[in-house]
């Protein structure tokens, strides 16, 4: 069967043992210089039978396997063929540069996953992950969190039953409850997508796609690196949505000590409310006529004067 280098094969072997044997070793027979078998290559049967699962190479070519046992038999697979992997990315939907603030990004990001003929890799199973960062400094105490997510569809990788297995080869995200797992996405026929990406803060944000490979995958000439990214970063403004509250802006110290004799104090610093969206955001406007804001003081039971 026609496999792609850097993924799982897409038929691992499975063999049949005649006699008791305890231990099976594969190896390569037939290679490309410098090209690497990956996954458990020594295996103990069970019940007669050795099942690999997690068997991959390293570069496209023609290869064929040879298994030994551990009471010197051997046995040479028929060749098959490995295709030139992942590459790189290009931008199918490249005009998501600015959002709303809680809204969906439309167009969402849409990737091609090509090889290095700029051919779209539609046999392409590992999970791309979308990493979001925010390019803003926040100097205020905002009650916003930064916590992008998608849909999750059918190519999420949560939602595979692959996802656990193939989490052994790429760092998947399996759970669904995380928000953070929406990210994570199996490509269809070698296209990648986040329909209803969204986002609650606002403020600039650089997109990285990362394919998130575990250490015996990593490429490039770090040995220990576990992402790859393979297009450059995208930009996306995210604007604050329409004025509907209030947001506190500058939150005053916990602790303020009363001072004799007034006991009394300043609060340090000063409160500062601003107009806000839904989610929380500030917002400049023209104030309104007789418009005000009151600060009304509020204890805790706790704290409550006797």
Same mark, same amino acid.
């Given at each position: 069967?026609?496999?792609?280098? /850097?993924?799982?094969?897409?038929? $691992?072997?499975?063999?049949?043992?005649?006699?008791?044997?305890?231990?099976?070793?594969?190896?390569?027979?037939?290679?490309?210089?410098?090209?690497?078998?990956?996954?458990?290559?020594?295996?103990?049967?069970?019940?007669?039978?050795?099942?690999?699962?997690?068997?991959?190479?390293?570069?496209?070519?023609?290869?064929?396997?040879?298994?030994?046992?551990?009471?010197?038999?051997?046995?040479?697979?028929?060749?098959?063929?490995?295709?030139?992997?992942?590459?790189?990315?290009?931008?199918?939907?490249? &005009?998501?540069?600015?959002?709303?603030?809680?809204?969906?990004?439309?167009?969402?990001?849409?990737?091609?996953?090509?090889?290095?003929?700029?051919?779209?890799?539609?046999?392409?199973?590992?999970?791309?992950?979308?990493?979001?960062?925010?390019?803003?400094?926040?100097?205020?105490?905002?009650?916003?969190?930064?916590?992008?997510? &998608?849909?999750?569809?059918? =190519?999420?990788? !949560?939602?595979?039953?692959? !996802?656990?297995?193939?989490? $052994?080869?790429? /760092?998947?995200?399996?759970? !669904?409850?995380?928000?953070?797992?929406?990210?994570?996405?199996?490509? &269809?026929?070698?296209?990648?997508?986040?329909?209803?990406?969204?986002?609650?803060?606002?403020?600039?944000?650089?997109?990285?796609?990362?394919?998130?490979?575990?250490?015996?995958?990593?490429?490039?000439?770090? @040995?220990?690196?576990?992402?790859?990214?393979?297009?450059?970063?995208?930009?996306?403004?995210?604007?604050?949505?329409?004025?509907?509250?209030?947001?506190?802006?500058?939150?005053?110290?916990?602790?303020?000590?009363? =001072?004799?004799?007034?006991?009394?104090?300043?609060?340090?610093?000063?409160?500062?409310?601003?107009?806000?969206? &839904?989610?929380?955001?500030?917002?400049?406007?023209?104030?309104?006529?007789?418009?005000?804001?009151?600060?009304? @003081?509020?204890?805790?039971?706790?704290?409550?004067?006797?």
């Amino acid at each position: 069967a026609v496999s792609l280098a /850097r993924q799982p094969l897409t038929a $691992q072997p499975l063999l049949l043992m005649t006699d008791y044997i305890q231990e099976v070793i594969i190896t390569v027979e037939s290679k490309p210089d410098s090209s690497v078998l990956f996954g458990n290559k020594i295996l103990n049967s069970v019940s007669g039978w050795v099942n690999f699962t997690d068997l991959a190479i390293s570069r496209e070519g023609f290869y064929s396997l040879s298994f030994s046992s551990s009471s010197g038999d051997t046995l040479t697979s028929d060749s098959f063929s490995v295709l030139s992997g992942l590459d790189h990315f290009t931008y199918e939907s490249n &005009a998501f540069k600015v959002a709303t603030a809680g809204q969906f990004v439309d167009p969402y990001p849409v990737l091609n996953l090509v090889n290095g003929d700029d051919n779209i890799v539609d046999m392409a199973k590992f999970p791309v992950v979308l990493l979001i960062e925010s390019q803003t400094s926040d100097n205020t105490t905002s009650v916003i969190s930064l916590t992008p997510q &998608a849909n999750v569809t059918s =190519q999420t990788c !949560c939602r595979s039953a692959d !996802c656990v297995p193939m989490s $052994q080869i790429y /760092r998947s995200c399996c759970d !669904c409850a995380r928000p953070e797992c929406s990210l994570c996405v199996y490509p &269809a026929l070698g296209v990648a997508s986040w329909p209803g990406l969204r986002v609650n803060k606002a403020g600039a944000y650089r997109l990285t796609f990362l394919t998130n490979e575990s250490r015996p995958f990593a490429r490039g000439a770090d @040995p220990a690196a576990t992402t790859t990214t393979l297009a450059a970063p995208w930009t996306l403004t995210v604007d604050p949505g329409p004025a509907s509250g209030i947001n506190l802006v500058v939150q005053p110290a916990g602790t303020i000590y009363l =001072q004799p004799p007034s006991l009394s104090a300043a609060l340090s610093p000063q409160p500062v409310v601003q107009k806000s969206d &839904a989610q929380g955001n500030p917002l400049v406007v023209q104030p309104q006529a007789n418009e005000s804001v009151r600060a009304i @003081p509020c204890y805790l039971p706790a704290d409550a004067p006797p």
